[in-house]
Antibody
Framework: QFQLQESGPGLVKPSETLSLTCTVS??????????WGWVRQSPGKGLEWIGN???????YYSPSFRSRVTISVDTSKKQFSLKLTSVTAADTAIYYC????????????????WGQGTQVIVSS | QSVLTQPPSVSGAPGQRVTISCTGS?????????VHWYQQLPGTAPKLLIY???NRPSGVPDRFSGSKSGTSASLAITGLQAEDEADYYC???????????FGGGTKVTVL
């Protein structure tokens, strides 16, 4: 069955770069019907969309993160990744990787699969 | 304060009907962008409940339904069950902010 699994450090120091990887299993990562992205959840700010990478490599980032974020994909490994630079305590959150499905409707694309989430704490 | 406003909590007895509102504006729901709803059970990732305003993914009970009118959307749960205790989030797109947004979430309590 289709699954997404996040991996990466659970503790990052302030001012450093947060790096997470999401591994896709049970399905293809190379399809124009889907895009791949990241959402985070913190007690203070609820769910926040970070950005997506589309089939063909185009990326779209939330304006809130645009200056600090990079999302990339490695189709050979069936993985996509998140890099968030210059982190602060405000970046402490559960980070979810997600698949968005093109159902033929209007924006936004719904997230039909979520990873289980990984807790990242920013602290020295 | 979220751009998409949801009530913090709603409650109902087993078997009752509850509704959760998601109030937006002319730059998001009112502009015609679709609304999706997610259910998040305690300690788990969100799960897609309704997409495209009123469509249920396979496996979602028909007790859950969505609607949209003007600048608002609603999620209705009929025949409320104990297993429906969860947080519920709406999602849409805002053309002014140029980003996908989530509502602040609503906690449903089954009395």
């Amino acid at each position: 069955q289709f699954q997404l699994q996040e991996s990466g450090p659970g503790l990052v120091k302030p001012s450093e770069t947060l790096s997470l990887t999401c591994t896709v299993s049970g399905g293809s990562i190379s399809s124009s019907s889907y895009s791949w992205g990241w959402v985070r959840q913190s007690p203070g700010k609820g769910l926040e969309w970070i950005g997506n990478i589309y089939y063909g490599g185009n990326t779209y980032y939330s304006p809130s993160f645009r200056s600090r974020v990079t999302i990339s994909v490695d189709t050979s490994k069936k993985q996509f990744s998140l890099k968030l630079t210059s982190v602060t305590a405000a970046d402490t959150a559960i980070y979810y990787c997600a698949r968005r499905a093109d159902y033929g409707g209007n924006s936004p694309l719904p997230i039909d699969y979520w990873g289980q989430g990984t807790q990242v704490i920013v602290s020295s | 304060q979220s751009v998409l406003t949801q009530p913090p909590s709603v409650s109902g007895a087993p078997g009752q009907r509850v509704t959760i509102s998601c109030t937006g504006s002319s730059s998001n729901i009112g502009a015609g962008y679709d609304v999706h709803w997610y259910q998040q059970l305690p300690g788990t990732a969100p799960k897609l409940l309704i997409y495209g305003n009123n469509n249920r993914p396979s496996g979602v009970p028909d007790r859950f339904s969505g609607s949209k009118s003007g600048t608002s959307a609603s999620l209705a749960i009929t025949g409320l069950q104990a297993e429906d205790e969860a947080d519920y989030y709406c999602q849409s797109y805002d053309s002014s902010l140029t980003e996908s947004l989530f509502g602040g979430g609503t906690k449903v309590t089954v009395l």
